[in-house]
């Protein structure tokens, strides 16, 4: 069976630290990994990772995929207050009948002032 | 502006009665999803639809049905089989063979 595995499931820090989300998986025909944000309703978008290696970068966050031990992390630096969310992995696996992404259940982030 | 819209933004239903959800975007997406999430659960696929006139089950479709008559519409029927309905229902949509889904600001329901 498909499946996503975030860690952890919630995180506390404060202003100014660094925090680094992970998501492992496990699907078939993988075709890609996505990161989404999301702060009180619709997730909003961040990466898509298709190749191992290669790190996707936007301002103080930044992603990198390794297909081989499939996993990836989703990297914040400077963390602020509006950085509070839950972050959502999620992976495109081709084919079957579960439609097209696979989440996981989601990193809770609160960054205290 | 083009994006996703859902309505109504808060829905409360009494038990035994079937209520249907709004999902209405002009991205010209093909593809078109609709998700539950429960606290601690992530994303779950209800149904999922990539043209009109076709649509497929996600993991959970038991208790709800759907329609897609036009590219646009893709409403969603929480019926009375539904056992436990009392979620936060997202739809989404993508381009036919892409995989960045856009997401509108979803749907609480709640169950009385």
């Known amino acids: 069976e498909d499946k996503v595995v975030q860690s952890p499931l919630s995180l506390v820090v404060h202003e100014g630290d660094t925090v680094t989300l992970n998501c492992s998986y496990e699907?078939?025909?993988?075709?890609?990994l996505l990161w989404y944000k999301q702060e009180k309703k619709a997730p909003t978008f961040l990466f898509m990772l298709?190749?191992?290696?290669i790190e996707k970068k936007s301002g103080r966050l930044s992603s990198i995929l390794d297909k081989k031990e499939l996993f990836s992390i989703l990297n914040i630096t400077a963390t602020q207050t509006g950085d509070s969310a839950v972050y959502l992995c999620?992976?495109?696996?081709?084919?079957?009948?579960?439609?097209?992404?696979?989440f996981g259940k989601g990193t809770k982030l609160s960054v205290k002032p | 502006d083009g994006g996703i819209t859902q309505s109504p933004k808060y829905l409360f239903r009494k038990e035994g009665q079937n209520v249907t959800l709004s999902c209405e975007q002009n991205l010209n997406h093909d593809a078109m999803y609709w998700y539950r999430q429960d606290p601690g659960q992530g994303l779950r696929l209800i149904y999922y639809s990539q043209i009109v006139n076709d649509f497929q089950k996600g993991d959970i479709a038991e208790g709800y049905s759907v329609s897609r008559e036009k590219k646009e519409s893709f409403p969603l029927t929480v019926t009375s089989a539904q056992k436990n309905p009392t979620a936060f229902y997202l739809c989404?949509?993508?381009?036919?063979?892409?995989?960045?889904?856009?997401f509108g600001p979803g749907t609480r329901l709640t169950v009385l």
């Open positions: 999620a992976v495109e696996s081709l084919g079957g009948s579960q439609g097209n992404l696979i």
């Open positions: 298709t190749s191992s290696g």
């Open positions: 989404a949509s993508s381009h036919r063979g892409l995989n960045e889904q856009f």
């Open positions: 699907v078939t025909n993988f075709r890609s």
